[in-house]
């Protein structure tokens, strides 16, 4: 049935391109087959730019194969030069190696690791590059690269052109490194699929010619398109930077919120992408949508099943809860975690020290930027509109700070979560 799933990816604009396209539907429809995917261990975490990848194996799984989730730990010491218009900083390997930790975490929340003959792998490249010495790899490996074949990919093509530094012979060997990986996940595991974005097309390519020439072996590619919004601004990037997969680096709220946020324009799209909704239960969403009057329902569906897949139930229910009660006015609803979270990302903060609070209530929350002076601040004041830990304020509370923010009135001991007006936060947190 996988050219049922072959079908359904085309539906869902999964596909970019396959190498070996007229074979693979027979190869998948063989029996259990062995696929692979690499991430790069270029931070403590991935970011949502991943999620394509890490669901597309979950996909190929739940059609019955065997997904193989690698981990570079060889290749992360290097750096992908694929479409970056700079050399890559080196890592350190201790850092590298700590990292690679914390992704192989990460990606081992997206696969199932008890299916039987379908049961998901992580393996880390650095196991079969460790003990390579370089005189092995350049005859036994490196004679089967033409130069004039690498310069020619787009990618290592742009580098070359582009003024500046180029590419260096350690960027540029790295689509060596990532073909080596196909060949010996064919050799170890019998992987006959590789998957990647579109960017990783060369390298992909490069892998099945290698895996041919030292095993004989009939291998595949299929590439994923890079996503990108519909304004044509970079998927994943908001004013406060990426969009991590790891809750300590964007929290549950914030992740939820960044779905919530997406245009009307991107959301079915995405809902294709990155959710396990059937196409026609998509079409559905859009058509109810359409014949609705005021807000669409994508956005809330998308959050809610992205979310539930990133965080679980319980990181989607604290990301509704915080909603909830923010929308609300209703802090006493939060739990300390919430807090914790908004503390992170999600709400301007600061850190109060008691011993060193301002005379005057209007002159911090100037500081703390929830208005634009303290006159504003005055009349707020005056309207009972400035809210702390839901209790609201009047002119007879500027004078006494110290009061205001004493400890027992503090949610949890240490926050008081200040509103201005009907929309206007800041979360203030006892040093």
Same mark, same amino acid.
């Given at each position: 049935?996988?050219?049922?799933?072959?079908?359904?990816?085309?539906?869902?604009?999964?596909?970019?391109?396959?190498?070996?396209?007229?074979?693979?539907?027979?190869?998948?429809?063989?029996?259990?087959?062995?696929?692979?995917?690499?991430?790069?261990?270029?931070?403590?975490?991935?970011?949502?730019?991943?999620?394509?990848?890490?669901?597309?194996?979950?996909?190929?799984?739940?059609?019955?194969?065997?997904?193989?989730?690698?981990?570079?730990?060889?290749?992360?010491?290097?750096?992908?030069?694929?479409?970056?218009?700079?050399?890559?900083?080196?890592?350190?390997?201790?850092?590298?190696?700590?990292?690679?930790?914390?992704?192989?975490?990460?990606?081992?929340?997206?696969?199932?690791?008890?299916?039987?003959?379908?049961?998901?792998?992580?393996?880390?490249?650095?196991?079969?590059?460790?003990?390579?010495?370089?005189?092995?790899?350049?005859?036994?490996?490196?004679?089967?690269?033409?130069?004039?074949?690498?310069?020619?990919?787009?990618?290592?093509?742009?580098?070359?052109? =582009?003024?500046?530094? %180029?590419?260096?012979?350690?960027?540029? #060997?790295?689509? +060596?490194?990532? *073909?080596?990986?196909?060949? /010996?996940?064919?050799?170890?595991?019998?992987?006959?699929?590789?998957?990647?974005?579109?960017?990783?097309?060369?390298?992909?390519?490069?892998?099945?010619?290698?895996?041919?020439?030292?095993?004989?072996?009939?291998?595949?590619?299929?590439?994923?398109?890079?996503?990108?919004?519909?304004?044509?601004?970079?998927?994943?990037?908001?004013?406060?930077?990426?969009?991590?997969?790891?809750?300590?680096?964007?929290?549950?709220?914030?992740?939820?919120?960044?779905?919530?946020?997406?245009?009307?324009?991107?959301?079915?799209?995405?809902?294709?992408?990155?959710?396990?909704?059937?196409?026609?239960?998509?079409?559905?969403?859009?058509?109810?949508?359409?014949?609705?009057?005021?807000?669409?329902?994508?956005?809330?569906?998308?959050?809610?099943?992205?979310? =539930?897949?990133?965080? %679980?139930?319980?990181?989607?229910?604290? #990301?509704?809860? +915080?909603?909830? *009660?923010?929308?609300?006015? /209703?802090?006493?609803?939060?739990?300390?975690?919430?807090?914790?979270?908004?503390?992170?990302?999600?709400?301007?903060?600061?850190?109060?020290?008691?011993?060193?609070?301002?005379?005057?209530?209007?002159?911090?929350?100037?500081?703390?930027?929830?208005?634009?002076?303290?006159?504003?601040?005055?009349?707020?004041?005056?309207?009972?509109?400035?809210?702390?830990?839901?209790?609201?304020?009047?002119?007879?509370?500027?004078?006494?700070?110290?009061?205001?923010?004493?400890?027992?009135?503090?949610?949890?001991?240490?926050?008081?979560?200040?509103?201005?007006?009907?929309?206007?936060?800041?979360?203030?947190?006892?040093?």
């Amino acid at each position: 049935m996988t050219s049922v799933l072959l079908a359904e990816l085309q539906q869902r604009e999964l596909i970019f391109q396959i190498a070996g396209e007229d074979k693979l539907p027979e190869w998948l429809d063989g029996g259990s087959r062995s696929l692979y995917c690499g991430f790069d261990p270029t931070a403590d975490s991935l970011h949502i730019g991943s999620l394509v990848p890490l669901l597309m194996l979950r996909r190929f799984q739940l059609a019955g194969h065997r997904p193989i989730a690698l981990v570079g730990g060889a290749t992360g010491l290097i750096g992908d030069p694929s479409f970056k218009a700079q050399e890559r900083q080196l890592n350190t390997p201790d850092v590298v190696e700590s990292w690679v930790e914390k992704l192989r975490n990460q990606v081992s929340r997206f696969v199932d690791f008890d299916a039987g003959a379908q049961s998901a792998l992580v393996v880390n490249n650095l196991e079969w590059t460790r003990d390579l010495d370089v005189l092995t790899f350049l005859r036994d490996i490196g004679k089967h690269f033409s130069i004039n074949s690498m310069i020619q990919k787009e990618s290592v093509k742009q580098r070359i052109e =582009r003024e500046g530094s %180029g590419i260096s012979f350690t960027e540029f #060997a790295y689509m +060596i490194l990532q *073909s080596y990986d196909f060949a /010996e996940l064919y050799k170890r595991y019998d992987c006959g699929l590789q998957l990647g974005g579109s960017d990783q097309w060369g390298n992909i390519t490069g892998g099945i010619d290698l895996a041919r020439r030292l095993h004989g072996g009939q291998v595949f590619g299929l590439t994923m398109p890079l996503i990108t919004k519909s304004d044509g601004s970079k998927f994943g990037k908001t004013e406060s930077g990426t969009i991590w997969l790891d809750a300590a680096r964007t929290s549950p709220y914030s992740f939820y919120q960044f779905w919530l946020s997406v245009a009307d324009s991107d959301a079915y799209r995405f809902l294709r992408y990155f959710t396990f909704l059937t196409v026609a239960d998509i079409a559905g969403i859009e058509r109810a949508d359409a014949e609705r009057s005021g807000r669409p329902e994508a956005q809330r569906i998308l959050a809610e099943e992205v979310t =539930r897949l990133v965080h %679980g139930d319980e990181g989607l229910a604290a #990301a509704k809860r +915080i909603t909830e *009660s923010l929308f609300r006015g /209703e802090p006493a609803a939060l739990s300390e975690p919430d807090l914790e979270q908004l503390m992170l990302d999600g709400l301007p903060s600061s850190v109060l020290s008691p011993d060193d609070l301002p005379e005057t209530l209007t002159q911090l929350l100037a500081d703390a930027g929830l208005a634009g002076s303290g006159k504003q601040i005055k009349d707020a004041l005056q309207r009972e509109a400035v809210i702390i830990n839901g209790r609201a304020l009047s002119m007879s509370d500027n004078a006494s700070v110290v009061n205001v923010f004493a400890s027992e009135k503090a949610l949890y001991g240490r926050f008081y979560l200040v509103r201005l007006g009907k929309k206007k936060y800041h979360l203030f947190a006892r040093a």
